[in-house]
């Protein structure tokens, strides 16, 4: 199991990349670094075409919209297929690799059949001295820079953490960890709507991109399931299932408007002007709120019913995963669709 907020995406070969950004002085786009799923068949695959193009390219840009402010950060990864994980971290062009096994487990905060236990990656580096591989140049890097001797062990995080008290900042770890063998699908999505933990960062003051949960099965005749609200805050929206076949029907209520040359990213000097990016689910959101603002009981009748369907959808997939004969494609192709346009309908 999957849980992820900030950059979360898969592939048709099952390949799950979740993404958080570690905080830096000077560069750090990375979430254009998805091209290890377009091009990534395994977990493996994937971090191999991420660290080429780190190795090629580097890493960098604004990650906000707004010409008036920089924000600058580091990539952090985790990358799961059916099989193994790994968590990728990043500084500049160089990097470390954990192959996620044993009590580790798997997770973004995740958790699956591989193995027990919980891994997190946050805003901070998480790898410290288990490292399966790594940048070939990056141990004389750090030493170059007078961060590390060669006669001390070398510690990842340490060496390259800015803070001096480095410390595990997985906020979701511990609520994971407490529910140990007994993670589902509904544990995850309860754990990403924590709001008093911090894991859930309220929508009013911060936007993130939208949340999802993936259940990846060891058994290959199973399908892949994944969840998206499609919206920045998981305690106002529903964890609609997704699964990738061949013909799954396109859903332009969850994309944004495209502006095509007039788009200020592509005009120079880039992000001189800010744009109307939401998409139909987005607005729909909004309006609820104001809904809830102005009628509590209202909005308290609409949520329930909101989360009813959602655990609808949530037992569908269910059966999916336990029943013995072999999904027919055509039967979900139209899966997502229906559920977001279910959704849009009962938020109007």
């Not at 798997?106 to 699956?112: A, D, K, V």
């Amino acid at each position: 199991m999957i849980l992820g907020n900030p950059g979360s995406l898969e592939n048709v070969y099952g390949v799950v990349w979740v993404d958080n950004l570690v905080e830096a002085a000077t560069v750090g786009k990375g979430l254009d670094l998805r091209l290890g799923l377009e091009r990534g068949a395994t977990a493996k695959d994937a971090l191999d075409v991420i660290v080429s193009l780190l190795e090629e390219y580097g890493q960098g840009g604004n990650y906000y919209e707004d010409g008036s402010s920089c924000q600058a950060f580091q990539s952090g990864y985790l990358i799961v297929d059916r099989k193994e994980a790994w968590v990728l971290e990043t500084i500049g062009k160089y990097w470390a690799a954990e192959k996620i096994t044993g009590q580790n487990s798997l997770n973004s905060l995740m958790h699956t059949g591989i193995s027990e236990g919980v891994k997190c990656i946050c805003s901070q580096l998480s790898i410290t001295t288990k490292i399966d591989a790594e940048h070939p140049e990056l141990r004389s890097y750090a030493e170059n820079q007078g961060w590390w001797m060669l006669d001390t062990e070398f510690n990842f995080a340490q060496v390259f953490s800015q803070a001096d008290n480095h410390s595990d900042c997985c906020l979701g770890k511990g609520s994971l960890e407490k529910q140990e063998g007994d993670i589902n699908v509904q544990t995850m999505i309860d754990v990403l709507r924590d709001k008093a933990s911090g894991v859930c960062v309220d929508s009013k003051s911060f936007l993130t991109t939208a949340s999802m949960v993936s259940a990846l099965p060891q058994n290959p005749n199973s399908p892949c399931i994944h969840y998206f609200t499609g919206t920045p805050d998981p305690t106002r929206s529903i964890f609609k299932p997704f699964i990738f076949v061949d013909d799954m029907k396109l859903v332009p209520k969850i994309q944004s408007p495209v502006f095509g040359s007039e788009d200020p990213v592509k005009k120079i000097p880039r992000f001189q002007e800010k744009l109307d990016r939401r998409h139909e689910l987005y607005r729909a959101h909004e309006w609820i709120q104001s809904v809830i603002a102005s009628d509590q009981e209202k909005g308290q009748k609409l949520r329930r019913t909101m989360l009813d369907l959602e655990k609808q959808g949530l037992e569908a997939m269910e059966n999916i995963l336990t029943s013995s004969e072999v999904l027919d494609p055509s039967e979900v192709e139209d899966l997502f669709y229906d559920c977001v346009d279910t959704e849009i309908k009962f938020l109007k």
